[in-house]
């Protein structure tokens, strides 16, 4: 019996060492699943704070992006009404100047009518000037 009972005493022992460096293993488990733990709340707490500032990146710039084509298109209406404005004003300033131009023509052709209406009144009264001097000059000769 004693035999036995030694026998029973040294499986306890066994089994409890065992128990023992399982319980070892297992806290040192729990303290790594622990530090796991933590370090994925840290990383979820980090990606839900990038999440928010993602968000909040990207309405910065859907705002930025809107007012962008706001004051692009504000712009681009400004300048189709100056290029309007322009383009009637070339308009208007190309007809007075074709008007002027013919306005130009016009006076040129009267001053060469004129001229040449000059020449020829000059010429005829040349002609009768030159006509009366001999005349003059017959008579003058007829009375000596």
């Known amino acids: 019996g004693v035999f036995m009972y030694n026998h029973l005493q040294q499986k306890v022992r066994n089994a409890e060492a065992l128990a023992q460096k399982y319980k070892q293993q297992q806290e040192a488990l729990s303290a790594q699943l622990q530090v796991v733990y933590e370090h994925r709340s840290r990383l979820e707490r980090s990606l839900q704070k990038e999440r928010g500032e993602h968000k909040k990146t990207k309405e910065d710039f859907l ?7 706001e004051a692009l298109n504000k712009e681009k209406q400004d300048s189709m009404n100056r290029y309007g404005a322009l383009s009637s004003q070339h308009k208007i300033l190309k007809n007075q100047h074709d008007d002027v131009k013919k306005q130009l023509l016009d006076l040129q052709l009267q001053h060469n009518s004129l001229k040449l209406e000059h020449r020829k009144a000059l010429e005829t009264h040349s002609q009768k000037y030159a006509q009366l001097q001999q005349e003059k000059d017959n008579e003058v000769s007829d009375l000596q």
Do not use: G, N, S, T
């Open 63 to 69: 705002v930025y992006k809107l007012e962008a084509q």
